[in-house]
């Protein structure tokens, strides 16, 4: 697609049940991130996938949190027995991958999901 | 390692005057930089980016930064305010390191515009 989709763009969950977000990155891009951003802050790391792999998941809060990506492409983000500090925007991007320094690999982001934990 | 700090949370300008946000820098390595404007309710849009070309750097809408690497600083500045420039914006930080690439946001500086 032309830009970064995210989905659900809303979702109201209860507390305890399991949700997943899904991401959609530009196509051909191989790297893809996903970031956390809570009411009045900047934005929180969450994983980086080159490919499909995950180089740095450290950003991960807890072990509630997961993310895959298939075929190079899709990911999804999972939180599993959710709880009210986890909501937030959360918002995924993409970019061409690792490049030579100083290539400044542009990072393109979707309108991200919005989570609330009730 | 890599962080950037922005040194004010919040500014307030009136329409048609300058605007001045600033950002300071931290990287073990040659670092690109990038600002980025949020709208309310919306995404995070690419204001401008440095990749070690020019050090003055110009974006959309008429906003600019400047590369100081003595300073580890990159302002960003617009010569005339508009109301529709009432955003948040980031300075991010990246750099290659370890076989990843993670850009890194600074906490953002809220621009508020007055008539």
């Known amino acids: 697609g032309a830009g970064v989709s995210q989905s659900p763009s809303n979702k109201v969950t209860e507390k305890g049940k399991d949700v997943e977000l899904r991401c959609d990155p530009i196509?051909?891009?191989?790297?893809l991130y996903w970031y956390r951003q809570s009411l009045g802050q900047g934005l929180e790391f969450l994983i980086y996938f080159q490919g499909n792999s995950a180089p740095d998941k450290s950003g991960l809060p807890s072990d509630r949190f997961s993310a895959e990506r298939t075929g190079g492409s899709v990911s999804t983000l999972t939180i599993q027995r959710t709880q009210q500090e986890d909501s937030a925007v959360y918002l995924c991007?993409?970019?061409?991958?690792?490049?030579?320094?100083?290539?400044?690999?542009?990072?393109?982001f979707g309108e991200g999901s919005w989570l609330t934990v009730v | 390692a890599q962080s950037v700090t922005q040194l004010d949370s919040h500014v307030s300008v009136s329409e048609g005057t300058p605007v001045l946000l600033r950002c300071n820098y931290s990287?073990?390595?040659?670092?690109?930089l990038f600002w980025y404007v949020q709208h309310p309710n919306k995404g995070l849009q690419l204001l401008l980016k440095?990749?070690?070309?020019?050090?003055l750097v110009k974006g959309i809408n008429g906003f600019e930064a400047e590369f100081k690497k003595s300073e580890t600083s990159f302002h960003l500045t617009k010569p005339s305010a508009h109301m529709s420039d009432a955003a948040e914006y980031f300075c991010?930080?990246?750099?290659?390191?370890?076989?990843?690439?993670?850009?890194?946001f600074g906490r953002g500086t809220s621009l508020i515009v007055h008539p």
């Open positions: 440095y990749t070690s070309a020019a050090t």
């Open positions: 991007a993409s970019s061409w991958g690792q490049s030579q320094p100083r290539s400044g690999n542009t990072i393109y």
């Open positions: 196509s051909g891009h191989t790297a």
């Open positions: 991010v930080v990246a750099a290659p390191s370890g076989g990843s690439y993670i850009p890194t």
């Open positions: 990287s073990s390595y040659s670092p690109s």
